[in-house]
């Protein structure tokens, strides 16, 4: 059975620092999705990370992916306010398509001024 | 950019009583999913839907829910007797795994409370 881990689970930022969010799977996965959520609303999609090595930026973040270490990043560089929110990373079970996702508990970002 | 539509955007329900949410789907998306979020919590997978049938469902999808694609846009999820535990967040999502499009786009979600 598929494990997400994300850590840490709550992290609190001073405005302009930089830090990264880690998210550990225990199976094989090929791809593996960043989610945005502000509070009381949807997943918003950050990134689609879908080969061993990849590695996609938007902004002041950053995500990659280590297949084989089974580990993704989502770095924050030069946090701003707008940042905060709680970020999860999702990581499709087995190699077919239309598999579900599996979701990690989630990190809470609060970026202070 | 299309989007997954959910009603209602919340709904208030007496516990025992049957709730059905809707979703419609991405039109040319081709599985369909319901999550759930209880408040504060992570995101947990209730069933996954394909070609008019489950295809997998968890522990948590018990003979309580049920879902329907009844005329090939609407996708439901029905809680039969609603309890408490059920209050949470209700997620629709849809996939098109083609031509390269690997996403997973979630609707904006319906906010149960069972009382």
């Known amino acids: 059975e598929l494990k997400v881990e994300q850590n840490p689970l709550f992290l609190s930022m001073q405005e302009g620092k930089n830090y990264t969010i880690y998210c550990n799977y225990s199976?094989?996965?090929?791809?593996l999705y960043w989610y945005r959520q502000d509070p009381g609303k949807s997943l918003e999609s950050l990134f689609v990370l879908l080969s061993n090595g990849a590695v996609k930026q938007e902004g002041r973040l950053m995500a990659s992916l280590d297949t084989k270490a089974r580990l993704s990043t989502l770095h924050i560089t030069a946090a701003v306010h707008d940042l905060s929110a709680t970020y999860f990373c999702a990581v499709v079970e087995g190699m077919e398509y239309g598999n579900k996702l599996v979701f990690g508990a989630g990190t809470i970002l609060r970026v202070k001024s | 950019e299309p989007e997954v539509t959910q009603t209602p955007s919340h709904q208030v329900t007496q516990m025992g009583q049957e709730v059905i949410l809707r979703c419609v789907p991405i039109s040319n998306h081709l599985y369909f999913y319901w999550y759930r979020q209880i408040l504060g919590q992570k995101v947990e997978f209730l069933v996954s839907f394909y070609n008019n049938e489950i295809s997998e469902k968890s522990e948590i999808f018990d003979d309580q829910f049920s879902v329907e694609r009844p005329d090939g846009s609407n996708f439901t999820l029905k809680i039969r007797s609603t309890k408490l535990e059920d209050s949470a967040m209700y997620f629709c999502a849809s996939s098109a795994p083609d031509r390269g499009f690997y996403g997973y786009t979630f609707g904006s979600g319906t906010r149960l409370t069972v009382v």
């Open positions: 199976t094989t996965s090929d791809r």
